[in-house]
């Protein structure tokens, strides 16, 4: 198994995904997740014509160090955002589909695509309508799936980061969604951080996804939050995940969120250290590889 990381998680320290990318040299990554996420922010290079550019930009800096992108995250778009804000709607499909083309571009088979949350349903009473009102953008997506080849993972969540407005906890939710959705370039991403904050069994989440998983966000915390810190650092129980990734077939990357392993996000201060140096940063990510590198060893499924 592959280990990749997100080059969101350097965002923060550079000023394009190119550079994000080069970040990562010599801390031992060679796989990457190519994070969209704010690229339907307003006046994002993404919503440009420029956009290719920047994307082609990224894969040439990371053929150059010998690295290549294995997964991405779509555009933090919410279909169910106020129906009249027209821009923001634009925007956000816009982003969403030309990230499931940057993926055929760049060669990477998995995207993970939040879809809708908000009050007009109700976790778990409201199920049957939250399948229905999600399944036409799923849809509008199908296009651009099945040009580029590229599947699209929809993602599981928690009450903590989303009460109950939003329906995937478990591996049972998605894998309803999927059926229901019935597309075969549609799969799941099983985020073990969200898992551990809701208390559920890794091993039984990811065996239970079985041949619908594809993508794993690799990330920890103590429970009680969304923190995105590094495995061994929190509670999850690292040992039922590579187990249950083992026992599902999953043939993925181990694709890390540890995106706030040196600072946590309510750390919200405004001086020079904001943010640690950016030499200190790389060593944290060199030490995150070491993390990933030790949990395959360990089960004898580490992959060059």
């Known amino acids: 198994m592959k280990i990749a990381t997100t080059i969101g998680e350097m965002y923060p320290w550079c ?13 031992g990554f060679r796989y990457l997740d190519y994070s969209f996420y704010d690229a339907n ?5 993404f919503l440009t014509e420029g956009w290719l550019a ?21 555009p933090n778009y919410n279909p169910y955002h106020d129906e009249n804000d027209t821009e923001y709607h634009s925007a956000g499909m816009l982003a969403t589909i030309r990230s499931i083309e940057a993926c055929g571009r760049l060669g990477i088979p998995n995207i993970v695509v939040h879809t809708a949350y908000g009050p007009r349903c109700q976790y778990p009473a409201d ?32 009450e903590g980061n989303m009460g109950t407005n939003y329906f995937f906890m478990t591996a049972e939710d998605m894998n309803d969604f999927i059926s ?70 999953y043939k993925g990357p181990l694709t890390f969120e540890s995106d706030n392993f040196l600072r946590h996000r309510k750390n919200r201060g405004s001086g ?6 950016l030499r200190v940063k790389r060593g944290a990510a060199a030490l995150l590889h070491e993390i990933g590198a030790a949990c395959l060893e360990a089960y004898g499924i580490a992959e060059d």
């Open 180 to 249: 229901f959705a019935g597309h075969p370039l549609l799969g799941a991403c099983w985020d073990t951080g969200h898992g551990n904050m809701r208390g559920t069994d890794p091993y039984r989440e990811l065996v239970t996804l079985g041949k619908n998983l594809h993508a794993v966000h690799f990330q920890d915390n103590s429970g009680a939050g969304d923190e995105h810190i590094a495995p061994f650092f929190g509670t999850l129980d690292v040992d039922a995940v590579m187990r249950g990734l083992l026992e599902a077939g």
């Open 272 to 277: 020079s250290l904001q943010y640690p140096p």
């Open 15 to 27: 000023s394009s995904p190119a550079e994000a990318v080069r970040a990562y040299e010599g801390t």
């Open 127 to 158: 199920a049957e309508k939250y399948f229905r009102d999600n399944l036409p953008f799923i849809e509008a997506l199908y296009p651009a799936m099945e040009k580029w080849n590229v599947r699209v993972c929809i993602e599981n969540s928690a």
């Open 41 to 45: 922010r307003p006046g994002a290079v």
């Open 54 to 74: 920047e994307v082609e930009a990224a894969g040439e800096a990371a053929a150059a160090l010998g690295m290549s992108f294995v997964q991405a995250h779509s």
